[in-house]
């Protein structure tokens, strides 16, 4: 069997209020990523995505806080590594980071070249100027980029540019592992594109050996990743290929949320468009039982009471009481 490259274990990490309330919005998140894997985390804003991401990095920078769990990269536990550690054999090595807004994260006082330069005199300071800028250039020549970015401001490239360019900067040390974080967000559909060939050829070319993929567009999941994760409140709902999440999920909030979307390869034949009714739990106060019990149309009294746990069903992680068999005949009839 192929060691994961990443294992995330029973994680829990939280945010610290004012008034020293602890809210979970990673609450016992388990999984793994073998070499060679892209794997597609999805759910509604607020869902705890972003906060894996960053909890997956180490930035655990206040209000965000570490409970307790473990986070496994290539055999090393990073939860067990001191800050200096961690940003000097971690940071960009193991593991790197495509933030949200990433068209944003550019000075704009600085040249492109610069952001390169700087991270090159933290992680390989014996490379003179010229070499980085000969590895620079050869790297954005490899991913079709032009080199006359690396002389440009980041006012001066377009939206998909600047996207394009964030990416090659974060995987320039070739990580491991490639955390992107709603990356092809507030993009045109030609930049979208253009983001994900990066993306590929950044993988076939082995400068990244797996991909995290997070985004709320669970149609282009299934054009990216080998696996989809959907996330609720928090806590990972269900796992599987993105055939079966896409085409035939069985946990019932997967299932009301492919309903709210389109999804082209099934045509608009006869597909109606439906909002999921209500909203997430409110995680300073979580309810007893299943998280979604409120919004779910084929909640039972042991759903509000009785104790969720994750099973492993048709090679896939599943988290709910009703059976999946039970959930599909009703869906069969009409169910939703």
């Known amino acids: 069997m192929t060691t994961p490259i990443l294992e995330v274990h029973e994680l829990k990490t939280y945010y610290r209020t004012r008034l020293k309330e602890h809210v979970y919005a990673v609450d016992g998140v388990s999984f793994a990523l073998e070499k060679g894997k892209t794997l597609g985390i999805a759910g509604e804003s607020g869902c705890g995505k972003s906060t894996l991401a960053l909890s997956l990095m180490g930035f655990y920078f206040p209000p965000l806080h570490f409970g307790s769990g473990s986070i496994v990269i290539n055999g090393t536990d990073i939860m067990k590594l001191g800050k200096e550690q961690l940003r000097a054999q971690v940071s960009g090595r193991e593991i790197s980071y495509i933030p949200q807004a990433a068209m944003n994260a550019l000075n704009p006082t600085l040249k492109i070249i610069h952001f390169i330069e700087d991270i090159m005199k933290e992680h390989r300071p014996e490379l003179s100027k010229k070499q980085v800028w000969d590895m620079a250039a050869e790297r954005f020549e490899t991913l079709n980029l032009s080199t006359k970015v690396l002389k440009s401001y980041p006012n001066e490239l377009s939206g998909g540019m600047k996207q394009r360019t964030v990416i090659a900067i974060s995987t320039i040390l070739n990580p491991n592992v490639l955390i992107a974080d709603e990356p092809t967000s507030a993009l045109d559909v030609t930049s979208q594109k253009a983001v994900i060939k990066l993306l590929k050829r950044l993988m076939d070319n082995g400068f990244i050996q797996s991909l995290v993929f997070i985004t709320h567009e669970l149609p282009l999941l299934y054009h990216v990743t080998d696996d989809i994760m959907v996330m609720y409140a928090g806590e990972i709902v269900e796992r599987g290929t993105a055939e079966q999440m896409?085409?035939?999920?069985?946990?019932?909030?997967?299932?009301?949320?492919?309903?709210?979307?389109?999804?082209?390869?099934?045509?608009?034949?006869?597909?109606?468009?439906?909002?999921?009714?209500?909203?997430?739990?409110n995680l300073k106060n979580v309810p007893e039982g299943c998280r979604f019990a409120d919004r779910c149309s084929y909640v039972q009294d042991a759903c509000r009471t009785g104790k969720v746990a994750s099973h492993a069903v048709e090679e896939r992680i599943y988290r709910c009481i009703v059976e999946p068999d039970v959930l599909k005949e009703w869906y069969a009839h009409g169910g939703e």
């Open 246 to 281: 896409i085409f035939d999920p069985i946990h019932p909030y997967t299932k009301k949320l492919m309903g709210s979307i389109i999804v082209p390869e099934e045509g608009m034949k006869e597909h109606k468009l439906a909002a999921i009714p209500g909203t997430p739990p």
